[in-house]
């Protein structure tokens, strides 16, 4: 696509208190050379590429690396993605923005990694800024349609952050991460407008929290039915689709009953316990979806002309189920709260029929902040603010030796003393708590992270402590001190925006 076929480009501003962000660090040097530099996303010109491919990124939520048919998993059944990997790519190294959900989306809606994104934690009261650069604005402007269909989570009812007001004309599902702990809620958000439910709930919260008593409508199911409709009025108009139901999650106020699905399906007569079975049923489920929602564009003739995205924002939970009855996390080590492999390293499996050559399994490394990029390159859209991404879209169009490697991948995280992580080549660095010394692996050989190699690699142990100590870029709510309080000291207000008013803690989400 040629430049001239772009008029419609918008040029979207920084947000002021990243663009101070990107300023501090250029002023400081903070930036290594042959590091992270934040990148541009620009369209190459690519005239064998479809004009504007529609667009469905498929977010599951706490869905383990080993929880999928495709990526060894033997008891739960999920056809429809084992098939789209099939007919798609399926990518073995990557990871998740972070090891909890409002990071991890922000970070993939922002492409920007934790040590420079504005949402670092759970914790309510966490909102995106009026002006910030998404995902969705940035194909909106390249004019797509847009749509949030799930939970979103980076903004309370009211505020700057909500997704109407972030990019997206169109939204359906839940704004707050506790509302969406509950499968059978009362009431669900169409826009900024509360829309009732007919689930009964006596003792719901003024937040949506809690377990129904009256279970009449799964919100997965509405999730699909809405997503289908909305597809189908676009009529010709290209889209992007973020699709984000909360499955596996759990409910986290229903006690003994956290993997709440409709009914066990063909997991009924398992002699697996109840949780098990619900939380294998759940994930089946979304397979369905996944299985659905290709049916739809087939039905629409639209294959060929949408890219579909799947994938997780963290790794399993222990929420009411046991990650290891199934082996959620195949062989990496750590859950969901870790940022040991398990807790960030996600399915990611891209399927594009004509475009993406079936069957691959490309030998790349990325993450979430390598999202916005990538969508802007194969759409054609443009956008100038600074990213920690690197666009895969030569990848994704079988070019893997035209394909630019990540220098390094950077995690952040703030529950339990902090810890953060770098990956780069097959070396992965981690500090726990967020100060302390490099723990060393190499993934090649120990992709469980079972041997600290670091008194061995000094060299390449200290240049991991560099690679993060010049990554993170501190803010007034998110720093080491956060990391080394937790959840006992009040951060004080930031002085720039409404990012966070509220103590990060180690929450649900
Ligand atoms: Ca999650």
Not at 246 to 265: F, K, Q, W, Y
Not at 271 to 295: F, H
Not at 329 to 337: C, D, F, S, V, Y
Not at 352 to 369: D, Q
Request: contains cysteine.
């Amino acid at each position: 696509m040629s430049a001239a076929v772009r008029p419609e480009v918008t040029r979207r501003k920084m947000p002021i208190t990243t663009r101070k962000t990107f300023l501090r660090q250029a002023a400081g040097g903070l930036l290594l050379a042959g590091a992270a530099t934040p990148g541009r996303a620009s369209a190459p010109p690519d005239a064998t590429k479809p004009q504007k491919p529609n667009v469905i990124f498929i977010l599951a939520d706490d869905l383990g690396y080993g929880d999928v048919g495709c990526y060894g998993q033997a008891k739960i059944k999920t056809p429809h993605l084992d098939r789209m990997a099939r007919e798609g790519a399926r990518f073995t190294d990557f990871y998740a923005a972070s090891t909890v959900c409002a990071p991890s989306r922000c970070a993939l809606l922002t492409g920007l990694h934790t040590g420079h994104c504005a949402i670092r934690g759970n914790g309510a009261g966490q909102n995106l800024r009026a002006g910030e650069v998404t995902l969705a604005r940035v194909l909106q402007g390249a004019g797509y349609a847009t749509s949030c269909i799930g939970k979103w989570g980076l903004g309370d009812p009211g505020s700057s952050g909500v997704p109407t007001r972030q990019g997206f004309d169109h939204f359906f599902g839940y704004l707050t991460h506790g509302h969406a702990h509950n499968y059978y809620p009362t009431f669900l958000y169409r826009g900024e407008k509360r829309v009732p439910l007919r689930n009964e709930n006596p003792n719901e919260k003024p937040d949506g929290r809690g377990q129904a008593t009256r279970k009449v409508e799964y919100t997965p199911d509405l999730f699909l039915r809405e997503a289908r409709e909305w597809i189908e009025t676009q009529k010709g108009k290209p889209f992007f689709l973020y699709y984000a139901p909360t499955i596996p999650h759990g409910n986290n106020e229903a006690r003994s009953n956290e993997m709440e699905v409709p009914d066990l399906g063909i997991y009924a007569g398992e002699p697996w316990p109840d949780a098990q079975k619900r939380k294998a049923a759940m994930i089946s489920r979304l397979d369905a979806q996944v299985g659905a929602l290709l049916d739809t564009l087939r039905t629409l003739g639209l294959e060929e002309k949408t890219l579909v995205l799947f994938s997780s924002d963290n790794g399993p939970h222990r929420e009411g189920v046991e990650p290891e009855f199934f082996d959620s996390n195949g062989q990496l080590r750590g859950i969901k709260r870790d940022l040991y492999e398990g807790g960030i390293r996600v399915p990611m499996i891209a399927r594009w029929p004509g475009v993406v050559p079936a069957g691959t399994v490309p030998n790349h490394t990325g993450y979430f902040p390598d999202v916005l990029p990538t969508l802007a390159e194969v759409t054609g859209a443009q956008q100038d603010a600074p990213t920690d991404g690197v666009s895969f879209g030569p990848v994704l169009r079988g070019q893997s030796n035209r394909q630019r490697r990540h220098p390094f991948l950077y995690w952040e995280f703030y529950e339990r003393g902090g810890a953060r992580a770098v990956r780069f080549e097959n070396w992965k660095g981690v500090r726990r708590p967020f100060d302390g010394p490099v723990e060393l692996y190499d993934l090649k050989s120990d992709p469980g992270e079972t041997r600290d190699v670091a008194a061995w690699h000094p060299d390449v142990a200290r240049r991991m402590t560099a690679l993060m100590d010049k990554a993170h870029v501190p803010t007034p709510r998110w720093n080491a001190e956060t990391a080394r309080a937790g959840r006992k000291r009040p951060n004080p207000e930031p002085p720039d925006g409404d990012a966070g008013r509220s103590q990060p803690k180690e929450g649900a989400a």
